[in-house]
């Protein structure tokens, strides 16, 4: 079907159980989950299952097969690494630890250590740290089997914090955020080389390169993979454009701009039919279209939303509409629902932080903010309808988490002070 939702050939090449978290948003990247029940309610004050502690990092969390993956920073030889725990999601006991890469020593409020979420392919671990290393490591005990250097292998420009000349590329501010993605044989990486590296294709098993392609610094947005006008192709959101690559070669399909203040475009773009909506905290969220036009594609804009200018926040597409933060405020952000086919926004409700996961669960959405404050929405057009709400789910945290069989599992991210890792009981 033409316009069946593209997100559908997201779905990882591994056979999934029916609770699995085990990449950026989801099985198919796109903050819903599946094969679990709607939440009627939230407890005020959710029982601890376990808490252990964790190290420092903004990372995601994934779940695959009852493995909770956390990437979190840790010392090693007097060395602070990035590294990648495997933990049993029942007992909270840590099952392997692997080291991939030497962490960052930010003294933004984000502090040190991982930005992006581990993807879980089968038997395979793929982890990127903030530096620009992209590892891959078995799921089997935790050896490292191979790994990349974006700037070493790929000529990408690595500034760290605010040294001079970071100001056109965000990745060499605040670190590689953007997720990588996978298909059956593939991972395709956001390297940011601007000499011809901006997107890589590596074997998954081999590290090996495939073809590398275009010439933009990388932002934070994560990748997507999916069909746009009947092409497999990979969106990359970069510093400055939203370009289509075709995923068989890497030829550039389609490109437009998308300069924004700081070169930090975060939001991953959503795929549905042939159209690819996105948003910034300057251009709003708009929408395009797909459509083909000889050897590549063309893309047309379909409608923009001025007033919806979000910053960090992923919205979540559910039935027709759109759900996240709209303006991002601090303190005060408004989470919004927009009108997927026409742009309009439905209805705003002030109240929330600049961050908030946003995970859809039957008719339901499920929002962990930044400042630990959990939400239970009814996802519905109508009006902003509130069914349930914790205060103090967990410190100051940028960290999207995974919620699986009435568990929510919940990283802290404070810059300084301890960090926890802790499963609450939901329902």
């Not at 891959?136 to 001079?164: E, Q, R, V």
């Not at 610094?217 to 009947?230: E, T």
């Not at 630990?372 to 103090?392: H, M, S, W, Y």
């Amino acid at each position: 079907m033409k316009n069946s939702v593209a997100c559908l050939a997201l779905t990882l090449a591994f056979s999934l159980s029916a609770n699995d978290w085990p990449q950026w948003r989801g099985v198919n990247r796109d903050g819903i989950l599946h094969g679990e029940p709607a939440l009627a309610k939230l407890p005020v004050k959710p029982a601890a299952l376990w808490q252990i502690p964790i190290g420092k990092g903004q990372g995601g969390l994934s779940l695959a097969k009852g493995t909770l993956i956390v990437l979190h920073e840790t010392s090693v030889d007097m060395q602070q690494w990035e590294t990648a725990a495997a933990i049993n999601s029942n007992t909270g006991k840590i099952i392997w630890q692997t080291p991939y890469g030497l962490s960052w020593q930010y003294t933004n409020v984000y502090g040190p250590g991982p930005r992006t979420a581990p993807l879980i392919d089968g038997d395979l671990l793929f982890c990127q740290s903030a530096a620009g290393v992209l590892a891959c490591i078995s799921m089997n005990g935790g050896k490292l089997l191979w790994k990349k250097n974006y700037a070493k292998d790929f000529g990408a420009k690595w500034f760290g914090g605010n040294a001079p000349g970071s100001s056109g590329t965000a990745a060499s501010r605040h670190g590689n955020n953007g997720q990588p993605v996978t298909d059956a044989k593939y991972i395709y990486a956001p390297a940011g080389g601007h000499t011809g590296a901006s997107l890589v294709c590596l074997g998954k098993k081999t590290g090996n390169l495939v073809w590398k392609s275009g010439t933009d610094y990388a932002a934070y947005s994560g990748l997507m993979r999916g069909k746009l006008a009947g092409v497999e192709q990979i969106v990359m959101v970069t510093a400055a454009n939203m370009i289509g690559y075709r995923a068989k070669d890497g030829k550039k399909l389609w490109s437009v701009p998308v300069k924004t203040g700081a070169a930090r475009n975060i939001v991953t773009p959503i795929l549905h039919g042939d159209t690819v909506t996105m948003a910034s905290h300057t251009l709003g969220t708009f929408q395009i279209r797909i459509r083909n036009s000889g050897d590549g594609q063309i893309a047309e804009e379909t409608w923009s939303n001025r007033d919806a200018r979000t910053n960090i926040t992923s919205p979540v597409l559910k039935d027709g509409f759109l759900y996240g933060l709209g303006a991002s405020r601090g303190r005060n952000s408004t989470f919004v629902c927009i009108n997927h086919k026409t742009g309009k926004t439905e209805w705003a409700e002030p109240g929330f932080t600049d961050y908030a996961s946003v995970i859809s669960i039957g008719d339901t959405l499920l929002i962990h903010g930044s400042r630990g404050v959990v939400t239970l929405l009814k996802a519905t057009p109508t009006k902003f309808t509130q069914l349930g709400r914790i205060e103090n789910a967990s410190q100051t945290s940028w960290t999207f988490p995974v919620y699986a069989g009435g568990m929510l599992y919940v990283k802290d991210g404070l810059r300084d002070g301890q960090n926890k890792l802790t499963a609450l009981k939901l329902r």
